[in-house]
């Protein structure tokens, strides 16, 4: 019963660290199309790359800044689990 406790916190865990590690980059890129959006509404300019070429720009900048920080999250998701694999199997 232990154990399935600790897989479900585990689970949880993995959730969030994936929410927190995913949101920086989604939202960047929601907020650059809605921006993009109206500009187009507005001017009835229809262009496909004018929606792909900011956001691939902003999505770039926001992993150079936040990427060390997110992946420092996921090497210690990482780093947990195994020693949670560690205290369950030994």
């Known amino acids: 019963m232990d154990d399935t406790a600790s897989l479900l916190s585990l689970t949880d865990r993995m959730l969030w660290v994936t929410a927190l590690v995913a949101a920086p980059v989604l939202l960047a890129a929601l ?39 997110m992946m420092g999250l996921v090497a210690d998701f990482a780093r947990d689990i195994f020693q949670q694999i560690a205290t369950i199997s030994g």
């Open 31 to 69: 907020g650059v199309g809605l921006l993009i959006g109206i500009v187009q509404a507005a001017t009835s300019v229809n262009e496909q790359t004018l929606t792909f070429v900011p956001k691939l720009a902003v999505i770039a900048l926001v992993l150079v800044i936040f990427g060390a920080s």
